[in-house]
């Protein structure tokens, strides 16, 4: 009648679980009896260094005497230090570095009143429980959201890009920036990941010699390597522009799309924080490039659009800022946290093949129209 172990330690007492189904299916004062229940994987296969496990958890239960049946989305979440990539950085910074990742924001947005503040087009899924595994770890049970299974368009972009502009401004989720009470900024990662993973390799010979980086990155090697000398003015420009509210991870995968075109439901709050404006146009505009689902070559016309759409969604939560700041900002975000990473490191042992070749291609394009738009741009003005 039950077999949930597939849950592991993300596993909770019957009575638990009945409760949480009882609050899902809003069942009020009557009695609830938990039928059956089962536990399976959900397959993904994106890597995601605080998440231990995904899954599904259905059954049935008896409402006063009638049947009805549920479905739950469980995450477990847990500090960096147990991924399996933690045991690839140098022993020395790994207690610095276990400290560096917000693991703990996402279960306190789930455990806030962060989805009654967000404005109208975007949503939560509801929360009915999160639980701490241990000192390290906790579990999240959502209830399914209805999702609608599109391919992303112009269209749509402008729409997501004015909801984050809303997003970024809106009062109510402004006073919310912190719930998570993780000290995080921009210094975290140019002093983490760049200057202990990326900028090392960006300075091997070999590496520009790889096939699968010669032919796409060849001719941007001197302007990464002059970015990277540049980073940490890079990073001090961005980090004087004003700050907002960001989700942090604002690709489309973490952006379902509601049934009818009514909006989207925002998922992975691992990185809500203080960011500078306009930081989450630059998951929405390379996220699905980086991922093979989307074409780079209309990165110009989109980036474009979205910066539009997104200033006038500031605006409309009166919060009005000129388009250039934006624009600047955006560019000093794409450089920092995606040309100079762009190179395609994680698969340089691997046979190069078509589908490796495609991907590497579109990454140098990616990497191409951050450093043009930093060039294009100046120091931005914000007074």
Request: glycine share 8%; proline share 6%.
């Amino acid at each position: 009648m039950h077999e949930r172990s597939a849950l592991g330690a993300a596993d909770v007492p019957d009575d638990t679980l009945a409760s949480m189904v009882a609050d899902l299916l809003q069942t009020g004062d009557a009695p609830l009896s938990l039928l059956s229940s089962y536990a399976e994987e959900v397959p993904y296969e994106i890597p995601a260094i605080t998440t231990a496990g995904r899954w599904w958890v259905r059954g049935e239960v008896s409402v006063d005497g009638h049947r009805h049946g549920f479905a739950l989305f469980v995450k477990q979440v847990h500090e960096w230090s147990r991924s399996p990539f933690f045991a690839h950085l140098p022993p020395e910074i790994q207690p610095w570095a276990a400290a560096q990742v917000p693991w703990r924001t996402e279960g306190a947005v789930y455990r806030s009143d962060l989805g009654d503040h967000l404005p109208a087009g975007l949503a939560l899924p509801r929360a009915v429980g999160v639980h701490d595994i241990d000192d390290l770890s906790y579990s999240v049970w959502l209830e399914v959201v209805p999702i609608e299974d599109v391919a992303w368009d112009l269209d749509r972009d402008r729409r997501a890009a004015h909801l984050l502009g809303r997003f970024a401004a809106h009062p109510g989720v402004r006073e919310r920036v912190g719930i998570g009470d993780h000290e995080w900024d921009i210094t975290s990662y140019v002093e983490g990941r760049l200057r202990f993973q990326v900028l090392p390799m960006l300075g091997e010979d070999a590496i520009w010699q790889h096939p699968l980086v010669e032919p796409g990155f060849g001719d941007l090697r001197d302007r990464l390597t002059q970015a990277a000398a540049d980073v940490d003015a890079i990073a001090a420009e961005l980090m004087e522009l004003p700050l907002l509210a960001g989700h942090g991870d604002a690709c489309a995968n973490n952006l379902l799309v509601r049934p009818g075109r009514t909006g989207f439901t925002m998922i992975d709050f691992g990185f809500f924080t203080h960011l500078p404006v306009g930081f989450d146009l630059g998951q929405l505009l390379v996220g699905d490039v980086q991922l093979g689902k989307r074409s780079a070559h209309d990165l110009l016309e989109r980036d474009e659009a979205c910066l539009a759409s997104y200033v006038d969604g500031l605006a409309v939560e009166g919060f009005d800022i000129a388009i250039e700041v934006v624009r600047r900002a955006h560019a000093l975000q794409l450089v920092l946290f995606t040309a100079l990473s762009s190179l395609p490191f994680e698969v340089l042992d691997a046979e190069p093949d078509e589908q490796l070749r495609a991907m590497a291609a579109s990454r140098a394009a990616i990497a191409r129209h951050s450093l043009d738009l930093l060039d294009q741009t100046g120091p931005a003005q914000t007074g």
